[in-house]
């Protein structure tokens, strides 16, 4: 069965940078895109970005150009999203996510 | 970027009835490959977002038939028939059109 399986919570100061992980198993990897989404507490959906294993293709949303770093390992089945110079606006939960299925989550708190 | 507007914010069911969720985007949903790409999510306390429905009328896999979809272009709809209590949550609908992918804000449902 498919399973998404991310890296644990973590907290971080401001300024640094964090870098998440998204192990996947139960299917082919390189056959599905890889999307990372951030939720706020109490808030909605955004996306950040997506990553093609494949190709080693990349889209973000502009608003986390700059921010967000996506990469792929195909021999470890695993996507990475690194986000840098944090601020307490990262301090969320991020999700990783392709067709049809979703992470748990790895919550991020930034605070010094 | 794609607004989604979903409504209501909020609404109450009995258990067994029927209700109604709306979402409309600010540029119509259908790709340059005639397919239009609308989902809807349901985020149960705690958990991660679960895929109902795609391409705005198909049920994922393992999804009740008492979830359905309809619309076209910018107007859809999802409806959840004989409601039970596992059905509580967040209800958010999502468009997959265009980059950057953008989601609704979201609709609580709750249980009388």
């Known amino acids: 069965q498919v399973q998404l399986q991310q890296s644990g919570a973590e907290l971080v100061k401001p300024g640094s940078s964090v870098k998440l992980s998204c192990k996947a198993s139960?299917?082919?990897?390189?056959?599905?895109?890889m999307k990372w989404v951030k939720q706020r507490t109490g808030q909605g959906l955004e996306w950040i970005g997506v990553i093609d294993p494949e190709i080693d293709a990349t889209a973000y949303n502009e608003k986390f150009k700059g921010k967000a770093t996506l990469t792929a390992d195909t021999s470890s089945n695993t996507a990475y999203m690194e986000l840098s110079r944090l601020t307490s606006e990262d301090s969320a939960v991020y999700y990783c996510t392709r067709y049809g299925f979703w992470g748990p989550g790895t919550m991020v708190t930034v605070s010094s | 970027d794609v607004v989604m507007t979903q409504t209501p914010v909020s609404l109450s069911v009995s258990l067994g009835g029927q209700v109604s969720i709306s979402c409309r985007s600010s540029?119509?949903?259908?790709?340059?490959?005639?397919?239009?790409?609308l989902s809807w999510y349901l985020q149960k306390p705690g958990q991660s977002p679960q895929l109902l429905i795609y391409?705005?009328?198909n049920r994922f896999s393992g999804i009740s038939d008492r979830f359905s979809g309809s619309g076209s272009g910018t107007d859809f709809t999802l409806k959840i028939s004989r409601v039970e209590p596992d059905d509580l949550g967040v209800y958010y609908c999502?468009?997959?059109?265009?980059?950057?992918?953008?989601f609704g804000s979201g609709t609580k449902l709750e249980i009388k």
């Open positions: 391409k705005v009328s």
């Open positions: 999502g468009q997959g059109t265009q980059y950057p992918l953008t």
């Open positions: 540029q119509s949903l259908v790709h340059n490959n005639g397919n239009t790409y």
């Open positions: 139960g299917y082919t990897f390189t056959d599905y895109a």
